[in-house]
């Protein structure tokens, strides 16, 4: 199939996807770039429709998933549009389009499913508001082999098209749900599930704690912190130690470093 006008009531529809609104209304987001567009088809996420410059080769990357054979059963069910640049620059944010953008349909992770995962790590984010740090955040806790990522009401919207890049594709490689944080920290805490968050005046440091059973982390706005809703569920308060003259650290920054001190103690303390 060949669309060339962006007055295609297509285009329309997929040009919506750049707002919150389109993506709400529709269930699906927009993937620009062909690393993202590869990683949604490798991680068999739920593509729909990949739209690619009709006036460029189909970068080989992708031509291996459209070609037949490869990967059958996903590549079958993902519809090849050659479109027109004016077509792609309508549906991307970006000044300088790669020529590949992908149509996806959110998937439907359960955040009740968090409380039955033995050992979890989990990352439960309230209120971070910069696609690039909600971004990192995610793609840190991937390379961690975190359970999963939660988040509350007021963080900043997972399938903005800053937020999806900033990923790097790690939104398709763990589980993450949006919930109302209130309920399930007040499920888990009476699980027993470590619920951490940071304090500048917490008397542990975060190398004191024993990371090793069920944790959740609780990361909070970037200029406010935890919420104070949110901070009374916490069981577990800790301090990151900054011994230079730094305030304080970027979320992203924290988080990784949980994180990864939780790794040291799961796979690397003798």
């Known amino acids: 199939m060949i669309i060339t006008s962006a007055a295609n009531p297509r285009v329309k529809a997929w040009s ?5 609104r389109g993506r709400d209304e529709q269930g699906a987001f927009l993937l620009e770039g062909v690393h993202l567009t590869q990683e949604a088809l490798r991680s068999q996420a739920k ?11 189909l970068p080989g990357e992708l031509e291996h998933y459209r070609s037949a054979g490869a990967m059958a059963e996903q590549s079958g069910n993902v519809e090849w549009v050659g479109v027109s640049e004016t077509v792609l620059a309508k549906c991307t944010e970006t000044k300088t389009p790669q020529g590949v953008v992908a149509v996806c349909a959110k998937p439907d992770y359960e955040a009740a499913a968090f409380l039955e995962s033995k050992q979890a790590l989990v990352v439960a984010v309230d209120g971070v508001q910069d696609p690039g740090n909600l971004g990192t955040i995610i793609r840190t806790a991937d390379a961690a082999g975190a359970t999963g990522v939660l988040l509350g009401r007021g963080t900043v919207d997972l399938y903005n098209p800053k937020t999806v890049r900033s990923t790097m ?3 398709f490689h763990l589980p993450i749900a949006e919930c109302d ?11 027993g599930i470590r619920l951490v968050g940071t304090r500048l005046d917490a008397r542990r440091h975060c190398y004191e704690l024993d990371l090793r059973q069920s944790v959740w982390f609780l990361v909070g706005n970037e200029g406010s912190g935890l919420s104070p809703e949110l901070a009374a569920y916490v069981n577990e308060d800790i301090i990151i130690p900054m011994p230079g003259q730094a305030e304080s650290l970027n979320v992203a920054m924290a988080t990784g470093i949980l994180l990864y001190e939780a790794v040291r103690q799961r796979h690397f303390s003798k």
């Open 16 to 20: 919506a996807l750049l707002t919150k």
């Open 181 to 191: 944080l209130k309920e399930l920290l007040l499920a888990a805490g009476r699980q």
């Open 47 to 57: 593509v729909q429709t990949i739209l690619y410059n009709m006036d460029r080769e």
């Open 169 to 171: 594709g790690s939104l």
